[in-house]
Nanobody, 119 residues
Framework: QVQLVESGGGLVQPGGSLRLSCAASGRTFSPYAVGWFRQSPGKEREFVSGFIWGTSHPYYADSVNGRFTISRDTAKNTVYLKMNNLRPEDTAVYYC????????????WGQGTQVTVSS
């Protein structure tokens, strides 16, 4: 029943930074896990970062590890993705999704936010 809205995307030069936000509707937001994914035209959606809600232990794709940081603000029902040292290959539509349990696939996608890295 939760609805997710991504924001914060835009056009940035290589080496620049952006912070994406994923705001969830509803009075409470406590999924099993939250994740950021991205998709470029002609490519499959790929995992970027995520964490199990109860532990907040983060996971990162090798391609972004050391450059991106995932965090949350439970009072605002919002998850963030801080992206530093952006590269052209980071260009994609970024989506936020949730897992209801360890046995459930990520879903409940938002509409996505476009990130374009170009000089």
């Amino acid at each position: 029943q939760v609805q997710l809205v991504e924001s914060g995307g835009g056009l940035v030069q290589p080496g620049g930074s952006l912070r994406l936000s994923c705001a969830a509707s509803g009075r409470t937001f406590s999924p099993y896990a939250v994740g950021w994914f991205r998709q470029s035209p002609g490519k499959e959606r790929e995992f970027v970062s995520g964490f199990i809600w109860g532990t907040s232990h983060p996971y990162y794709a090798d391609s972004v590890n050391g450059r991106f940081t995932i965090s949350r603000d439970t009072a605002k029902n919002t998850v963030y993705l801080k992206m530093n040292n952006l590269r052209p290959e980071d260009t994609a539509v970024y989506y936020c999704g949730t897992k209801g349990s360890r046995f459930t696939d990520f879903g409940s996608w938002g509409q996505g936010t476009q990130v374009t890295v170009s000089s």
